[in-house]
C-alpha cells in the first residue's frame, strides 16, 4: 500500500464547477504539500500545510492531521486549471525528503 | 524571483554515455534533492544532498551518483545511461526544515 494515496486518478470538469481532490496517508508527517504541474511543466508549489487551512485565490487546501486526511478545492474551476495536482508529505522523522502521491489528472473543459 | 535552474530542458543520449545533469539553486538552501518522473510511478527519490560534500540516496539511487561541490550546485551523473533511464528528472531545494520547497523546470531525458 502506498504510503500517499490520492483520489480521485483522473478528474474531468466543466469549466465553473467545484472541485476537490482528495489525499489520505499513512506515515507521522510535519507537513503536506499540494503541488501543481502543467503539461510539460515544471512543478510549482501550491500550498504547505501544517495544520488548518488556507486560501490562495479560488484555492483552498485543508488537512485534519487527527484523520490523515487533506483536501484541495477549486471554486469555479476555469480551463486553465488543467493539470496534474499532487499531494506529498514531509515525514516528521528524518531528513527533509518528500513522498509523492501518484497525482490526479484534472481537465476542465469550457 | 527564487530560482532552481536546470541546465537542460530536453536531452538526448546514446546507451552507454556519461551523463550529466545540472542544477543550481539561488536561495542559499541546504538540502537539494533529485527526483525522477515516470508515469503511472509518480515521483521518486534518487539521491538528496543536506550539506555541500553529503549525499544520502534514496529509494532508486542504482546506476546513478551525485555530486555537491558547492552549496548552490547538485549535479546527478548517470555513469553509463541506459533505456530504462529514460524519464523526467526533477531537481528540487528545501530549507533544511523542509520550507521553501522549490523545483526545477525538469530535464526529459531520452536514451537510445
Known amino acids: 500500500k502506498n504510503e500517499v494515496e490520492q483520489s480521485p486518478q483522473n478528474l474531468t470538469a466543466q469549466e465553473g464547477e467545484f472541485i476537490t481532490i482528495n489525499c489520505s496517508y499513512s506515515?507521522?508527517?510535519?507537513?503536506l504539500h499540494w503541488l501543481q504541474q502543467h503539461p510539460g511543466g515544471g512543478i510549482v508549489s501550491l500550498f504547505m500545510?501544517?495544520?488548518g487551512k488556507k486560501k490562495h485565490g479560488r484555492l483552498i487546501a485543508t488537512i485534519n492531521i487527527q484523520e490523515k486526511h487533506s483536501s484541495l478545492h477549486i471554486t469555479a474551476s476555469h480551463p486553465r486549471d488543467s493539470a496534474v495536482y499532487i499531494c506529498?508529505?514531509?515525514?516528521?522523522?528524518?531528513?527533509?525528503?518528500?513522498?509523492f502521491g501518484k497525482g490526479t489528472m484534472l481537465l476542465v473543459s469550457p | 524571483d527564487v530560482k532552481v535552474t536546470q541546465s537542460s530542458r530536453y536531452l538526448v543520449k546514446r546507451t552507454g554515455e556519461k551523463v550529466f545533469l545540472e542544477c543550481v539553486q539561488d536561495?542559499?538552501?541546504?538540502?537539494m534533492f533529485w527526483y525522477r518522473q515516470d508515469p503511472g510511478l509518480g515521483l521518486r527519490l534518487i539521491y538528496f544532498?543536506?550539506?555541500?560534500?553529503?549525499?544520502e540516496k534514496g529509494d532508486i539511487p542504482e546506476g546513478y551518483s551525485v555530486s555537491r561541490e558547492k552549496k548552490e550546485r547538485f549535479s546527478l551523473i548517470l555513469e553509463s545511461a541506459s533505456t530504462n533511464q529514460t524519464s523526467m528528472y526533477l531537481c528540487?531545494?528545501?530549507?533544511?526544515?523542509?520550507?521553501?520547497?522549490?523545483f526545477g523546470s525538469g530535464t526529459r531525458l531520452t536514451v537510445v
Open positions: 544532498s543536506y550539506d555541500v560534500k553529503m549525499k
Open positions: 528540487a531545494s528545501s530549507f533544511v526544515s523542509g520550507d521553501g520547497y522549490t
Open positions: 536561495m542559499d538552501h541546504e538540502n
Open positions: 506529498a508529505v514531509l515525514r516528521n522523522s528524518g531528513y527533509s525528503t518528500l513522498t
Open positions: 500545510l501544517s495544520s
Open positions: 506515515v507521522g508527517i510535519s507537513a
